[in-house]
RNA sequence: GGGCUCAUGAGGUAGUGGAUAGCCUGACAGGCCUCGGACCUGUAUGCCGGGGUUCGAAUCCCCGUGAGCCCA
């Protein structure tokens, strides 16, 4: 149940009726207004004009108007502003209520028989993922829990790049050099990790390639094979490809991530899907062609300059990367009511070519498309063939070992008193939950489109606004529940304080922010409230003894306590972050 | 050169055309040492510049400047 709506219908209502009675007709657009002025808001200024009256005389008039009701306690015009206030009792019940009865489910939707096709990632398999692109998966990841929370069917999708350039330039290397190059490897990388012994081959290949003329003209000759289908080199290609993959699958795991399916490219050449992309496309007004090479006219769709030319076959006949994914896109409608893609920033010209060559070929459905920034080093962009990246398993690493330390300098101090053992197997899961918290946090509160610097210090960063200080207030809240061995007969009409109300209200909240974010697909929504919630909870914590209570007190923050905890984790779980019981 | 995106205190970041622009780090001044200090309170510093639309602009439009990305 979403308790705030219920206020808000109610508030529609009156204002409906009361706008009515004074015969106006006027969309009724409500507003949060500033601490301290009510709960919901309502703003006279557009009706001024029509009724060529200072607006603070026409929010008077509005509340003289409007009618009793139960949910709402009091109305009140503050300028030219009406403020509604909810009645804080009826607030409290109905949330309290629902979040100890739905429990995981508080915040979840019902069920729109929707179907959407999430793709993200689908990092070329050249070597590990690096921070750079890490925004990523756990954007794609957390998107999709979110709209599944909201009710969708979501299913998460890699695309597999296993034909093109870069795949068989790694895979020549691997070809040319096998073990003996390992050794050399070895020294500068001592992770035994597919994804990071495999990069060494990409590097390897790509120096040469800038050396010399001949090993270029071979790779040219393999990429050839590989386009036309050539199973020799598909073969050895894929074999590359699904090494790198694996240890992909890895690091992902490391971080929460698991994607339903990998989609590999080469299946739509094989499959003869791309022919028919490509006879379809010829058949367009727009195609022509030059030198045997089939190119789409856009210019008529705006685009200008030398994008103009959208290529779709090579002069030999064989497909490009984009053709592809026309090809790819066809199955995706195909199988869902909505897809989803998560992008960098570097794509955005082809998705516009793609979603106009879906134009051509008829087909009303477009992708949607979250870009993302990428993330940089002072020193400049990421990128593996020059070496000048960190690797997305060395900062969870890190990240891991500086969680640990802290939590057993932390429970060192804290077992003084509490005589507790001291646990090695626990304490380095805490470790994990924490520091791979604090990645996805830092990755996920900023908003896609701005750029971020990579930082040490910010990436790793445990206090103030970061995941470990929202974990510890969920710890802090099951530590008290788990001392309280239970509580019972609890009334709402206790909890009075302004924190314990604020913290209510932030409860109440949640549903409301789950369906903000699925329908604006912005997942840095969540982790505003997440931190919100948090501070909340720790003034509520600081002000108002739970277990030293009063009995009626006691079994009330008892519960408010519970209720924190319950929706704090539901709003974690959304980000892929755990909620940890100790800390 | 063309296109897309971004610009908010010292650094970082939120902000739905609407009320006093929130928050984190750092600085300074405090509280509490509790139910587990990864805590809480207060102070100082801010909407890139210039036009426009509007009763009202950090938010929308135009121009400029700077950064990132793409194409050449």
Known sequence: MNPLKIFEEETKKLLNDALQKLNLKTGIALETPPEGKGDFAFACFPLSKILKKAPDKIAEEIVKNIGKTESIEKVENTGAYVNFYVDEEKLKEITIKSILEEKGKYGCFPQKNVKI?????????????????ARNPIIGDSLARILKAYGYNVKTEYYVNDIGKQVVIMAYGEFLLPKTFDARLSQKNQRNKADHRMVGYYRWANEQMEKSKEFSEKISEWLRRCEKGDKEIVELVQTSCKQVLNGTKQTLKRINVDIDKYIWESTFVKKGRVDEVIGKLKKSEHCKNENGAYYLDLESFGIHGRDTRFFFTRKDGTSLYTTRDLAYHLYKFKNSDIAINVLGEDHKLETKQLS?????????????????????????????????????DDLIDEAVERAYNEVKKRRNEFLQHEFKERNEEQMKRIAKTIGTGAIRYNIIRVQNEKQIMFRWEDALNFEGNSAPFIQYAHARACSILTKADGYKNFDVKFLNDETEIRLIKKLAEFPNIVEESAVSRKPHKIAGYVFELASSFNQFYRDMPVLKAEEYERNARLALADCFRSVLKNALNLLGIDAPEEM
Request: glycine residues 8%; charged residues 25%.
């Open 117 to 133: 096709i999430l793709e993200h990632t689908s990092a070329n398999p050249t070597g590990p993922i690096h921070v750079g692109r």
């Open 356 to 392: 106009i060559a879906l134009d051509l070929l008829d087909i009303k459905k477009k992708p949607e498309i979250v870009f993302y920034s990428f993330v940089s080093l002072p020193e400049g962009k990421m990128s593996t063939r020059k070496g000048r990246v960190v690797y997305l």
